[in-house]
T-cell receptor
Framework: EDQVTQSPEALRLQEGESSSLNCSYT??????LFWYRQDPGKGPEFLFT???AGEEKEKERLKATLTKKESFLHITAPKPEDSATYLC???????????FGKGTMLLVSP | KAGVTQTPRYLIKTRGQQVTLSCSPI?????VSWYQQTPGQGLQFLFE???????NKGNFPGRFSGRQFSNSRSEMNVSTLELGDSALYLC????????????FGQGTRLTVV
């Protein structure tokens, strides 16, 4: 059974204080690892897909990396508007459904 | 290009009633998946439809059902509602099954009282 564990559950940062969110996964064969951002009362917003160990993707202040067992979402010099819940999900080879972690709730204070 | 549209946004139902939720995918997208999101369990997969056929089903009781129409719009139905069915129901669309980018709607917030 595919499993995704995200840590920490919640993270409070000061504006400009860089940090990383962790996503550990077990999957029979990885087709893709996804990061989404979710604001309160809204649906998840797609951020990145990573396919193989060593791959990295960047978008503004966010950078996602992937190893064979985990992914990190690095947030550089965050701003208050980066406050949201960040969700990680995996898609196994031969399957199209996503298995999600429970998310990390990020709060960035000015 | 319009995004994924879910209706209604909010719904309050009484235990024992049934409910139907609707999802219109992005134009040109033919695959629709449904997820249930609760604070305790996070996002859990309900079902996936493509070309009016259910391709996958998650581990939910038979009270949860769905269908897809020829225009790719999808509906899900929950019968004999229970308090534990209170959740945010999310629909995601992608061009075809297994596509690695799924775009979510805003969700339908269902409250069962």
């Amino acid at each position: 059974e595919d499993q995704v564990t995200q840590s920490p559950e919640a993270l409070r940062l000061q504006e400009g204080e860089s940090s990383s969110l962790n996503c550990s996964y077990t999957v029979s064969g990885l087709r893709g690892l996804f990061w989404y951002r979710q604001d309160p009362g809204k649906g998840p917003e797609f951020l990145f897909t990573l396919y193989s160990a060593g791959e990295e993707k960047e978008k503004e202040r966010l950078k996602a990396t992937l190893t064979k067992k985990e992914s990190f979402l690095h947030i550089t010099a965050p701003k208050p508007e980066d406050s949201a819940t960040y969700l990680c999900a995996v898609q196994a080879l031969g399957y199209s459904t996503l298995t999600f972690g429970k998310g990390t709730m990020l709060l960035v204070s000015p | 290009k319009a995004g994924v549209t879910q209706t209604p946004r909010y719904l309050i139902k009484t235990r024992g009633q049934q409910v139907t939720l609707s999802c219109s995918p992005i134009s040109g997208h033919r695959s629709v998946s449904w997820y249930q999101q609760t604070p305790g369990q996070g996002l859990q997969f309900l079902f996936e439809y493509f070309s009016e056929t259910q391709r996958n089903k998650g581990n939910f009781p038979g009270r949860f059902s769905g269908r897809q129409f020829s225009n790719s719009r999808s509906e899900m139905n929950v019968s004999t509602l229970e308090l534990g069915d209170s959740a945010l129901y999310l629909c995601a669309s992608s061009p075809q099954p297994g596509n690695t980018e799924a775009f979510f709607g805003q969700g339908t917030r269902l409250t069962v009282v």
